[in-house]
């Protein structure tokens, strides 16, 4: 990595191993058209056996938006984290590298320029390296973890132009990471850079976990704060799916729990305003919009989403539910028959009354004008948890993800 301190991912490359936010930007596939992709899969939910790679990022289903906070030298503008990449891990921590050497490309700036003049507008302010050569850094995060995207292959274009899925994929980077403000998100929090202030490492968490509602990895050299990784799934393809937040698909943080120093810019100063504004950041709560209706998953906010029986599943394939209208709500439909509230227990099946729900203002499914739903723990492996509507040891809520 082109970078004043050692990467983390260097640290952790075989680590061992969802409110959801849709991060929309409106970034679209330039050049020519991405693979269509009618029914696509949740990245890390799918067995993956019998999928399309151009519609589901596999074996690298987890994509992580990386950033930097370079001080010595101050690198980028001083209110505002730098661009490091955009990552595919393997969902279990490990991850693939350099996957296609004879996609190696050069001139990459002289590319995004004739292309997208204001794509690489942004590039020169804000995906900065260290030591002042970014074509070599571009070139860098390409060849190492772009060629390893498996929607961004050729064979996933139609009508493919070359290089078309470079610009994609600096794209892509650059969408996501305008949503992701870390610098405005901790000053939110009262954490700034300072020359003497201290932090501590749940403090910092929590502030930058706010935006998506999971955890993010943070990294320290010797201390001092300089790393933030954004853990996503993704639905569909890179190019035109959604991006689902997640927890980190390993232990990798490297800041200890207290006396984090967050240091200054100095010397380096603010960019002056856009003159096309900068998406706002993420709503860490659904998007009322994403209505139940139709086909959808159903998501649960502690990770994983329901199964056919109506069972909740952390590490499986999800079920696909059929939303249809019913008086002031709804009802849902699996594979295995209809939906309801079967002692005081969600289930689905052939003998399974249908029960009639709602959602509330913030997208939650409702049961009864409540949205918390219980289950005795969470799942893990191969296991599943019944959810109810009536207090247990664990509340969750749940959520839509149309497909």
């Known amino acids: 990595m082109y970078s004043s301190v050692p990467s983390l991912r260097s640290l952790v490359k075989f680590a061992l191993g969802t409110t959801q936010v849709a991060l929309g930007f409106g970034g679209v596939a330039i050049g020519g058209a991405p693979a269509s992709c009618p029914n696509p899969e949740l990245s890390c939910h799918s067995s993956g056996s019998n999928s399309n790679t151009c519609c589901l990022n596999a074996p690298g289903g987890q994509i992580l938006q990386t950033q930097f906070w370079d001080t010595n030298p101050p690198t980028g503008p001083s209110n505002s984290w730098t661009i490091h990449g955009l990552w595919p891990d393997n ?17 990459i700036d002289s590319t995004i320029g004739s292309a997208n003049p204001a794509l690489l507008d942004y590039m020169n302010t804000y ?117 689902v937040a997640a927890d980190p698909d390993g232990t990798k ?51 994983g989403c329901l199964i056919s029986n109506g069972k909740w599943f952390t590490s499986g394939t999800c079920a696909t539910y059929t939303a249809t209208a019913s008086g002031d709500g709804f009802t849902l439909e699996s594979r295995k028959g209809n939906c309801g509230i079967v002692n005081d227990a969600f289930s689905c099946g052939p003998k399974v009354s249908s029960s009639t729900f709602s959602s509330d203002s913030s997208g939650f499914l409702e049961f009864n004008g409540g949205n918390a739903f219980y289950s005795d723990s969470v799942p893990h492996g191969s296991a599943k948890a019944v959810l109810f509507t009536v207090p247990h040891a664990k509340s969750v809520q749940i959520t839509w993800q149309s497909v």
């Open 91 to 107: 969902c279990d921590g490990t991850y693939e590298a350099n996957c296609d050497s004879s996609r190696v490309y050069t001139g």
């Open 127 to 243: 995906w900065k390296d260290y030591k002042g050569d970014d074509e070599t850094f571009w070139e860098h995060e390409w060849s190492k973890h772009g060629t390893c995207i498996s929607t961004l292959e050729p064979r996933c274009y139609i009508r493919y132009s070359p290089r078309e899925e470079l610009i994609d994929y600096f794209q892509k980077t650059v969408d996501l990471f305008k949503g992701l403000d870390t610098y405005k998100t901790l000053a939110a929090a009262g954490i700034t850079p300072s020359s003497s202030q201290t932090y501590n490492l749940n403090d910092i968490q929590n502030a930058i976990s706010s935006v998506t509602g999971h955890q993010v990895t943070l990294g320290c050299k010797s201390g001092v704060f300089n790393e933030v990784w954004y853990h996503f799934n993704v639905l569909g393809s890179l190019q035109t799916g959604q991006f």
């Open 253 to 303: 943080s490297t800041c200890p729990s207290r006396g984090i120093r967050y240091l200054p810019k100095a010397g380096s100063p603010a960019p002056p305003d856009p003159t096309d504004p900068t998406p706002p950041l993420p709503d860490p709560t659904p998007n009322p919009g994403n209505s139940f209706s139709g086909k959808g998953f159903l998501q649960v906010s502690s990770g």
